[in-house]
């Protein structure tokens, strides 16, 4: 019963260093996102896949890019990490309109 | 897009009492989901609840969809239940993405 699995769980970058977060589902859902969560901001939405082969921006993609390698993995990738990137970042899929989101357990990254 | 505001920001319970969370939301909606983030950052799904009641063991949720607020109940509180509390909302012209409130996080002492 993995779920959602996400990996590394701590990562510290230099500037400038690229990595790629990586996310995978078991679900077979359909749809698969990646949000980031800093302190007092909530849960803002990076890039999401609605489909295998489809990705869109959400409300903070600038600095990022995606991939969805097929339906069960999504991944993140930073090219050029900036200390405005220090985050924990989280996955979820979804089934669209079927019941609710399950999120993996996050990354925390720092940049420095 | 739409904002989703939950109230109170902070709560702080001894064990055994109750209490009310709320969620505000600016337009109509598709669906709804509140979470829960433990003292760990895990985040678990506890209700999708676009409309109507819902309850689980303690925990109990209603969204009046017409009136664009939710809330939770959490009766007999545990220290478990500690942590924030996020609720979150696709609208109408979303993919399923969800917007988050800020969240209320939540204290229970023993």
């Known amino acids: 019963n993995a779920g959602v699995t996400q990996t590394p769980k701590f990562q510290v970058l230099k500037t400038g260093q690229s990595m790629t977060l990586q996310c995978a589902q078991d679900m077979n859902h359909n749809s698969m996102y990646w949000y980031r969560q800093d302190p007092g901001m909530g849960l803002r939405l990076i890039y999401y896949s609605a489909s295998e082969g489809t990705t869109d921006k959400g409300e903070v993609p600038n600095g990022y890019n995606v991939s969805r390698l097929n339906k069960r993995e999504f991944s993140l990738r930073l090219e050029s990490a900036a200390p405005s990137q220090t985050s924990v970042y989280f996955c979820a899929s979804s089934q669209t309109g079927v019941g609710g989101y399950t999120f993996g357990s996050g990354t925390r990254l720092t940049v420095v | 897009g739409i904002q989703v505001e939950q109230s109170p920001p902070d709560l702080i319970l001894q064990e055994g009492a109750n209490s009310t969370l709320r969620c505000n939301f600016s337009?109509?909606?598709?669906?709804l989901q509140w979470f829960h983030q433990n003292p760990w950052g895990q985040l678990i799904n506890l209700f999708y609840i676009p409309s109507g009641t819902k309850q689980n063991g303690r925990l109990s949720a209603t969204t009046v969809a017409t009136e664009r607020y939710s809330l939770l109940y959490i009766s007999s509180s545990q220290t478990t239940d500690s942590g924030v509390y996020f609720c979150?909302?696709?609208?109408?012209?979303?993919?399923?993405?969800?917007?988050f409130g800020k969240g209320t996080m939540l204290l229970v002492s023993p």
């Open positions: 337009d109509s909606v598709n669906n």
């Open positions: 979150a909302v696709e609208g109408r012209s979303g993919y399923s993405t969800l917007t």
